[in-house]
């Protein structure tokens, strides 16, 4: 069943309701009928996923461990030695997974995760060389290549998704560590997008290398909790999303030395009494969203379409939703998103990860204390 309600500010929203659905049943989208198969459950709260060239898969459990998961999606009963320790606590724990762009030739796969330290935690980042033989699968040589600082005692908006971006950087999204005045000092790593070469250092080009005051980490700031980013297939330009408080969830196009507002500007307001956070929407030298949704959604995990095995679908861009537990499928033209459907509302649970696997499929995670891994594949008309 499809519900189409009024347009907001010229774009259609569709709802299209599926239910609780059975592993196998058709599901009948507005340009796709499909069907969502279970591959693995009893994840733990799982993460992130990515896809390893032998066609197993890596998912991360928030706890701290790191599965592999055979071509079938049967996970191997023992996590991947050699990981980092993690500061499981609140939001945070062992959070996404990114495979060096020259994996096949040097092994190199990075972790984010909220790591202890003098202050509390805060969001790092790892890497470690891939090892697969007789004694089993591990990460030998393990660096920490980034240290989010100061460390706070807080509990949640550690981020993290990490993207190498065509320019061979790797781009590390950040949280605010629940304190929203940290998103705009400079001197502060919080509430940042940061640009690392592969091994931690700091690239010459970046936007405030060199300026007194300001970490040369950043590559952006004014972000409260970013927990999608993917590279636009034809721009190569690096998108996120990140919560709102209550309303003002935002997609963002994230570009060099640009101020995204947070908590200058926001769509959302206040948790409970409802007041104005910040001088309101806009802002003269702040940017505004691509896209936002009040009420939010809690968006998690970001994937755009380019596969062969939905042709309805090329082009647009998926969006995990925690809160109304769905899959969001947005339609674009340039920056622009022109129609949204909602599919698979309440009918597997929250969804935190959303990858296009080098099958042409779209996979899913949800975050729950027995997640599982979904796949999304077409069915027969």
Not at 1 to 15: E, I, N, P, S
Not at 197 to 217: I, L
Not at 344 to 355: E, H, N, P, S
Request: hydrophobic share 40%; proline share 7%; no cysteine.
């Amino acid at each position: 069943m499809t519900l189409k309600f009024a347009m907001r500010a010229g774009l259609a929203l569709v709802l299209t309701l599926a239910g609780p659905v059975a592993a196998q049943q058709a599901v009948h989208s507005e340009r796709a009928r499909f069907r969502v198969v279970t591959l693995a459950a009893g994840l733990e709260h799982p993460w992130s996923l990515a896809f390893l060239p032998d066609g197993r898969m890596l998912v991360s459990e928030r706890p701290g461990r790191l599965r592999v998961l055979g071509r079938d999606g049967r996970p191997d009963p023992r996590p991947v030695a050699g990981t980092p320790p993690v500061a499981a606590v609140g939001q945070g724990g062992l959070l996404d997974i990114a495979l060096h762009p020259r994996f096949a030739d040097n092994g190199w796969i990075y972790l984010s995760y909220a790591g202890a330290g003098p202050g509390g935690a805060g969001t790092e980042v790892a890497r470690g060389r891939w090892v697969s033989d007789a004694r089993g699968d591990r990460l030998e040589d393990l660096r920490v290549i980034y240290r989010q600082q100061p460390k706070s005692g807080a509990g949640v908006h550690f981020g993290s998704r990490l993207v190498f971006g065509r320019d061979g950087m790797l781009y590390v999204t950040q949280g605010d560590r629940g304190d929203m005045a940290r998103a705009q000092q400079r001197g502060d790593l919080a509430g940042k997008v940061v640009r690392l070469r592969d091994d931690g250092g700091v690239p010459d080009d970046n936007p405030w290398a060199g300026r007194a005051g300001t970490r040369p980490e950043i590559f952006s700031l004014g972000h409260r909790s970013m927990q999608g980013a993917a590279l636009h297939p034809a721009t190569g330009e690096l998108w996120t999303h990140e919560h709102g408080p209550q309303g003002g969830d935002e997609i963002n196009v994230v570009r060099a030395g640009r101020n995204y507002g947070w908590p200058v500007i926001t769509y959302g307001v206040n948790y409970g009494i409802g007041t104005r956070i910040g001088v309101g929407t806009a802002q003269p030298g702040l940017e505004q969203p691509v896209h936002q949704w009040t009420p939010s959604i809690a968006p998690s995990g970001m994937a755009f379409y380019t596969g062969e095995r939905f042709p309805g679908w090329r082009g647009n861009l998926f969006v995990g939703a925690l809160k109304y537990r769905m899959l969001v499928r947005l339609e674009l033209d340039g920056e622009r998103v022109v129609h949204e459907e909602r599919l698979l509302k309440d009918a597997y649970g929250r969804i935190r990860d959303v990858r296009q696997g080098p099958d042409g499929l779209l996979y899913l995670l949800t975050d729950e204390a027995e997640g599982r891994l979904l796949r999304i594949e077409p069915a027969a008309h």
